[in-house]
């Protein structure tokens, strides 16, 4: 079945760090892969998604189809990346997204 | 441009009651969704819209009605609400609805007594 994992409940990790916010697949089709973000009190809006192989905010995720994951990382951590992390998987089966449970990500300073 | 705009922010009903969450964007997306959030849970789809007068159901549509009679708005509706019902609810907007750029509300926490 379908399935997003994000093993990680919460991440702490102290400014400067470098950060790795798990995430793993399970999904018999091509996938597309999504990383969204929530800052305290904004709305949640997309960071990163795979086909673009792009860096936002000092991110960047790679999907790796032999171990199914797209985990997300970040050299350096910076306090203002203190937020909730969601993983999704658009399945184009059935047009649905299917979200992870979401990493609360702390940065100390 | 508001984006989306979710309407109430909270919401307390007792058992039974019926009640509408209004959702409303003004971008010209076609694919609007609706989803609930339970704690230590992903997001889940309840229904879903991929233009005016398309509705499906998503993965927990029971105890929910939905209606798009215009391309801005996506009402969604309990039925006879129950404690299981409570959540926070999200809805979401896209141009295409495959997953990246989502445009979503500022939720409704909705609680069931």
């Known amino acids: 079945a379908q399935r997003v994992t994000q093993p990680e409940k919460l991440l702490s990790v102290f400014k400067g760090a470098p950060v790795e916010l798990k995430c793993n697949y399970s999904?018999?089709?091509?996938?597309?892969l999504f990383w969204y973000v929530q800052y305290s009190r904004q709305r949640l809006q997309l960071l990163l998604r795979?086909?673009?192989?792009?860096s936002i905010k000092g991110f960047t995720a790679d999907l790796n189809k032999g171990e199914t994951s797209f985990h997300l990382k970040k050299p350096f951590a910076q306090e203002e990346d203190s937020a909730m992390y969601y993983c999704a998987l658009f399945m184009d089966s059935n047009y649905q997204l299917i979200w992870g449970a979401g990493t609360k990500l702390i940065i100390k300073p | 441009n508001a984006g989306v705009t979710q309407t109430p922010k909270f919401q307390v009903l007792k058992t039974g009651q019926s009640m509408t969450l209004q959702c409303a964007q003004d971008?010209?997306?076609?694919?609007m969704s609706w989803y609930r959030q339970d704690p230590g849970m992903g997001l889940r789809l309840i229904h879903y819209?991929?233009?005016?007068?398309?509705?499906d159901q998503g993965e927990v549509p029971n105890g929910y009605n939905v209606s798009r009679s215009t391309t801005e708005d996506f009402p969604l509706r309990l039925l006879s609400a129950a404690p299981s019902q409570t959540s926070v609810y999200f809805c979401?907007?896209?141009?295409?609805?495959?997953?990246?750029?989502?445009?979503f509300g500022s939720g409704t926490r909705l609680t069931v007594v």
């Open positions: 979401a907007s896209s141009y295409s609805g495959r997953g990246g750029g989502y445009t």
């Open positions: 971008m010209n997306h076609e694919y």
């Open positions: 999904y018999s089709g091509s996938p597309e």
């Open positions: 795979h086909i673009s192989r792009e």
């Open positions: 819209s991929v233009g005016a007068g398309i509705t």
